[in-house]
């Protein structure tokens, strides 16, 4: 079949995330589905390819952005398009299966897939004749998946477990095999189980290698999606209800106010925390005494949400305006707001007035000599541990460091390992605001260890 549109994905590697443009070169006509809250990319593609924006749709209130919904309408003539029952608090079009978006070269139809959440709903583009050609399935269906039933609570879990069994085997799968599938979510969301580095697939390509898509009982399949669940980022907690509410338009990238050492320092003592964003080494060698240290590309957007308080006001340290920026930007997607300004002149010019705290390391040399003398917490994902990981080792995923009380004992050092040194040094910076103080980052983390071929111990 000929198609009288095209494709154009913006995915955000930090969420795992896919936001997907859909126009017609013929009528300079566009839709945007599922996309984030900083719209300028979005807008500047449109124009530069000529189109106007007429629909921005969401597959439903996802638990990990903030949709850039209202920001797009604000700006365009564009008609928010959403469930019917989303119960969004704002202007838009309730969306049912009776819905039919017509953009001249091709329409858009609804379909109500339930699961990943209860008002979930995907695209299907069809032809004049209905037939259809491309499926935006948002959470419903994805590369080798489908993405987690378990977000909105322990009690709704094994219900919208059953509801994505019809969903896929009732539903999706009945499309012909030659359709595109466009999923939001993929690889680097915490809304899915690890799958594919694949963002894109087939319905054809799902019914033969989704192990979802296989033949199944409905009990098979609800164990089957359950299984391998990662934990998720504290911050999803506040996001469905911003979504369904509406959170405030920004009206672009907001421009952070420079504060001076003097400020930032009177700014924490009125509790104002204080977020340092460069990498990891430079924060190990000199930082902000009490400061987050999370590096923008750890990614910030994930572990920002699952450290730092939803409410939090915050101060940037970063070492350029790009990263600056590219910080701020992350912080909004995920409804981080309350942002005060940024250190200017960076940490030299704290330097120049206020001490400046470190961190020390030890290589996997060291470490492995010293085993009896430390406290090793490796901070990394659970299937990460269950691969291999150090002997006599304790495992705490990093994120619940910093709002479960471990009470590590303190008459050995404590060593912070990951893979490489991000989440480390976050974990580590969550834990000297905690009090702790004799604490190593163990340099090069995992990936050091197994370079020296260093025992690992599985499960």
């Not at 003539?77 to 091709?106: K, M, R, W, Y």
């Not at 701020?328 to 309350?338: E, H, K, P, S």
Request: charged share 20%; net charge negative.
């Amino acid at each position: 079949m000929k198609q009288n549109y095209f494709v154009h994905p913006f995915v955000d590697t930090g969420l795992g995330n896919s936001a997907y443009l859909i126009g017609s070169h013929e009528t300079k006509k566009a839709i945007l589905i599922d996309p984030l809250r900083d719209i300028d990319r979005y807008l500047h593609t449109a124009s530069e390819l000529g189109l106007t924006l007429t629909h921005v749709l969401d597959t439903h209130l996802h638990a990990d952005f903030i949709s850039g919904n209202r920001e797009i309408a604000s700006q365009t003539n564009a008609v928010i398009g959403a469930s019917a029952t989303a119960q969004l608090a704002f202007d838009h079009s309730p969306l049912t299966e009776d819905s039919i978006i017509d953009l001249g070269a091709f329409q858009i139809r609804v379909m109500t897939t339930p699961g990943h959440s209860p008002e979930h709903i995907s695209f299907l583009i069809t032809d004049e004749n209905k037939n259809p050609s491309a499926l935006f399935s948002g959470g419903a269906l994805i590369v080798g998946g489908a993405a987690r039933t378990d977000l909105l609570g322990h009690e709704h879990t094994h219900s919208l477990a059953h509801d994505l069994y019809h969903t896929i085997h009732d539903k999706l799968l009945k499309l012909p095999d030659e359709v595109n599938v466009f999923p939001t979510h993929g690889a680097g969301s915490f809304c899915i189980a690890p799958a594919s580095s694949e963002r894109t697939t087939t319905i054809g390509n799902e019914r033969k290698n989704n192990h979802l898509a296989q033949p199944q009982t409905e009990e098979e399949f609800i164990q089957h999606s359950l299984k391998g669940l990662p934990a998720y980022p504290t911050y999803y907690k506040y996001m469905r209800g911003l979504n369904q509410k509406g959170a405030k338009i920004l009206g672009g990238v907001p421009v952070l106010k420079p504060l001076s050492a003097s400020e930032v320092k009177a700014q924490m003592d009125n509790d104002v925390v204080v977020l340092d964003v460069r990498h990891f080494k430079q924060f190990g060698q000199g930082h902000i005494p009490n400061s987050y240290g999370i590096f923008a590309n750890a990614p910030l957007v994930v572990w920002a949400g699952w450290v730092i308080p939803f409410e939090a006001k915050i101060i940037l340290v970063a070492e350029s305006t790009d990263q600056r920026v590219d910080a701020t930007r992350q912080l909004i997607r995920i409804g981080y707001d309350n942002l005060v300004g940024y250190l200017d002149g960076g940490i030299e010019a704290w330097a120049k007035e206020y001490p400046v705290e470190t961190v020390q390391n030890i290589n996997a040399k060291d470490l492995r000599e010293r085993l009896d003398e430390v406290n090793v917490v490796d901070v990394r994902r659970l299937s990460e541990w269950n691969d291999g990981h150090i002997p006599n080792a304790t495992h705490i995923e990093g994120g619940r460091l910093a709002w479960e009380d471990f009470d590590f004992p303190e008459d050995k050092p404590l060593v912070i390992q990951c893979a490489s040194g991000n989440r480390s040094m976050v974990a580590i910076s969550v834990l000297k605001r905690q009090g702790y103080k004799n604490i190593l980052q163990a340099e090069g983390g995992i990936n050091q260890w197994k370079l020296n071929n260093f025992e690992l111990k599985k499960g």
